[in-house]
């Protein structure tokens, strides 16, 4: 954060004042900024020649090819998907999202997702696509659960550390959401639901005996964890304040592999706290 500051304030002496970042940020609307921007874009990619291109595309991170061979990432992809339920919906999400789609939902730093300049950005998880393609759908037919889901090649702006670790890779993603009906029905038929699709996908790429471990945020959910087939992660720090009620990992021969849990997106994003939303997800690359 403090280089990040000190940057921003050199930039900034050199632009003419930190009140530009207000212009730019605050005051310009957002057309104009973006028609801005285009021109700045526009002109920096007339002084590129050819070299300049090559020499970016050996050395940025986010625009190398993945280092799985593509065989393998097609193998799992058709794996995870052969498990699968009847009733559940395959989305093919666009590349990119509204901007905000990342951070607006979840705790999410904005530098941590690739922003275009075109109030949209890079994905960098389909389960924020596919909360809002379930929100737009529950506004319209609101008495039955929908239930997506999808594969897409996301990219994250942060640097990950470790031999399975890449700035681009593909997730599995799958979502279900509803109206809560009480007694948290909602929650344990969906959460058994999830973690036997993942479980099975997990499988389905050779895992034999993959883990599931379960964390308990609000001990109301302690029934919905009780019913099911998982070990318990008490002392899970990551997905505090991302996910509410309760949140699990999936782990194959000791690596992680799959994330997920309830979160309040919906709730959010059609004004009504009766909406219910699971998300879960399983990274292709590390299946592969």
Same mark, same amino acid.
């Given at each position: 954060?403090?280089?990040?500051?000190?940057?921003?304030?050199?930039?900034?002496?050199?632009?003419?004042?930190?009140?530009?970042?207000?212009?730019?940020?605050?005051?310009?609307?957002?057309?104009?900024?973006?028609?801005?921007?285009?021109?700045?874009?526009?002109?920096?990619? +007339? !002084?590129?020649?050819?070299?300049?291109?090559?020499?970016?595309?050996?050395?940025?991170?986010?625009?190398?090819?993945? =280092?799985?061979?593509?065989?393998?990432?097609?193998?799992?992809?058709?794996?995870?998907?052969?498990?699968?339920?009847?009733?559940?919906? %395959?989305?093919?999400?666009?590349?990119?999202?509204?901007?905000?789609?990342?951070?607006?939902?979840?705790?999410?730093?904005?530098?941590?997702?690739?922003?275009?300049?075109?109030?949209?950005?890079?994905?960098?998880?389909?389960?924020?696509?596919?909360?809002?393609?379930?929100?737009?759908?529950?506004?319209?037919?609101?008495?039955?659960?929908?239930?997506?889901?999808?594969?897409?090649?996301?990219?994250?702006? =942060?640097?990950? !550390?470790?031999?399975?670790?890449?700035?681009?890779? !593909? %997730?599995?993603?799958?979502?279900?959401?509803?109206?809560?009906?009480?007694?948290?029905?909602?929650?344990?038929?969906?959460?058994?639901?999830?973690?036997?699709?993942?479980?099975?996908?997990? +499988?389905? &790429?050779?895992?034999?005996?993959?883990?599931?471990?379960?964390?308990?945020? @609000?001990?109301?959910?302690?029934?919905?964890?009780?019913? %099911?087939?998982?070990?318990?992660?008490?002392?899970?720090?990551?997905?505090?304040?991302?996910? !509410?009620? %309760? &949140?699990?990992?999936?782990?194959?021969?000791?690596?992680?592999?799959?994330?997920?849990?309830?979160?309040?997106?919906?709730?959010?994003?059609?004004?009504?706290?009766?909406? +219910?939303?699971?998300?879960?997800?399983?990274?292709? @690359?590390?299946?592969?």
């Amino acid at each position: 954060m403090a280089e990040r500051a000190s940057a921003l304030d050199r930039v900034l002496k050199q632009a003419g004042g930190p009140e530009i970042l207000d212009i730019l940020a605050e005051r310009l609307p957002g057309a104009d900024l973006t028609t801005l921007l285009l021109e700045v874009m526009r002109r920096r990619s +007339r !002084t590129l020649s050819p070299a300049d291109v090559l020499r970016r595309y050996g050395h940025d991170r986010f625009v190398a090819p993945a =280092q799985i061979l593509f065989q393998r990432l097609r193998r799992a992809e058709d794996a995870v998907l052969s498990a699968l339920p009847p009733g559940v919906e %395959l989305v093919t999400l666009a590349p990119v999202a509204p901007l905000g789609a990342h951070s607006a939902l979840g705790p999410v730093d904005q530098n941590n997702v690739v922003s275009t300049i075109r109030n949209s950005e890079v994905a960098a998880d389909p389960t924020n696509a596919l909360a809002l393609e379930a929100a737009l759908r529950r506004r319209t037919t609101p008495a039955e659960p929908v239930r997506l889901a999808a594969l897409q090649r996301v990219v994250r702006a =942060q640097h990950f !550390t470790g031999p399975v670790s890449y700035a681009h890779f !593909t %997730l599995f993603a799958l979502v279900t959401a509803g109206r809560d009906t009480g007694g948290l029905a909602f929650e344990r038929q969906h959460a058994a639901e999830h973690l036997a699709v993942l479980t099975a996908a997990v +499988r389905a &790429c050779g895992v034999a005996a993959p883990e599931v471990k379960v964390t308990v945020l @609000d001990e109301r959910f302690e029934p919905v964890a009780a019913g %099911l087939d998982a070990g318990r992660d008490p002392d899970r720090e990551g997905g505090r304040g991302y996910y !509410t009620g %309760l &949140c699990y990992k999936i782990y194959g021969d000791g690596m992680e592999v799959g994330d997920g849990g309830f979160v309040d997106w919906t709730a959010r994003l059609l004004g009504n706290r009766k909406e +219910r939303l699971l998300i879960s997800a399983l990274g292709i @690359d590390r299946l592969s």
